[in-house]
């Protein structure tokens, strides 16, 4: 399979895993604790992939402009996520007085859309590197795709959307995932400036997204799940002979 068709492919997978977070959201008998291991696992796979690989192959490509188009995208995020909307986090979102009765879950739609446009372009942009890069990305960005789902699910219901919504309002975020991969396939020439800003993007959503909620649980369990995904990252980087 070409890597072009093989970033659809992964692509989609990973939008469907965004519509699977949803459905969880809407079905009680799922035991929602374990939402929490796929949040630790993913902070530490998503950190170590943006920091070990996406970072120096930015820099490689661009070195005089790619330090700074990571911090753009860092900042970008952070514009979106936590200057534009209310206060949310990954999981079950619980407060709902900050969304009823306003515009604000719309917002929060709206942050969690442009960071699955990004997903797609991390994953778009590591296929036009190498397989290897691509393949990487992809496993980070799929490890936070049903807590994301999760989450937008979540903001939507507490808004007093419905079900339904909440669902569609997760697979929304799935096909802005696939938009981002194409739109990075059609703009090949544009890697220099795609990778550097999906860099970023990573790195905030790991850092400040994923592990305050992993701060936030009492024990071991969480840490060692969090040192596990750095450990992934080690393991697929030999695997895959990077």
Same mark, same amino acid.
């Given at each position: 399979?070409?890597?072009?068709? =093989? ?44 920091? =070990? ?15 700074? =188009? ?16 209310? $206060?949310? $986090?990954?999981?079950?979102?619980? $407060? ?6 306003? $515009?604000?879950?719309?917002?929060? +739609? ?76 059609? =703009? ?53 002979? +990077?």
């Amino acid at each position: 399979m070409s890597p072009f068709l =093989l970033s659809i492919v992964l692509g989609l997978s990973a939008a469907l895993a965004n519509s699977v977070g949803g459905w969880i959201l809407v079905r009680r008998q799922w035991e929602r604790h374990y939402l929490k291991y796929f949040v630790s696992l993913g902070s530490g796979f998503m950190l170590s992939t943006a920091i =070990l690989e996406m970072v120096p192959e930015s820099i490689h490509l661009s070195a005089q402009y790619a330090p700074i =188009l990571i911090l753009c995208g860092y900042c970008l995020v952070h514009f979106f996520e936590h200057t534009l909307t209310a $206060h949310f $986090h990954f999981g079950e979102e619980t $407060h709902a007085e900050q969304f009823l009765h306003s $515009h604000k879950s719309y917002t929060v +739609m709206l942050a969690l859309l442009v960071h699955a446009l990004f997903d797609g372009i991390a994953i778009g942009s590591g296929f036009l590197v190498s397989k290897s890069l691509g393949l990487l990305i992809f496993f980070a960005i799929f490890l936070h795709k049903i807590p994301e789902g999760f989450t937008v699910g979540s903001v939507m219901l507490a808004s007093g959307k419905s079900k339904m919504t909440a669902v569609n309002a997760a697979a929304g975020l799935g096909a802005a995932t696939v938009l981002g991969v194409l739109a990075m396939h059609s =703009l090949q020439s544009m890697i220099g400036l795609g990778l550097p800003l999906s860099a970023g993007v990573t790195i905030y959503v790991a850092a400040s997204d994923l592990v305050p909620e992993v701060n936030k649980e009492p024990g071991l369990a969480m840490a060692f799940t969090f040192f596990a995904g750095v450990a992934m990252v080690f393991a697929l980087e030999r695997w895959l002979g +990077m």
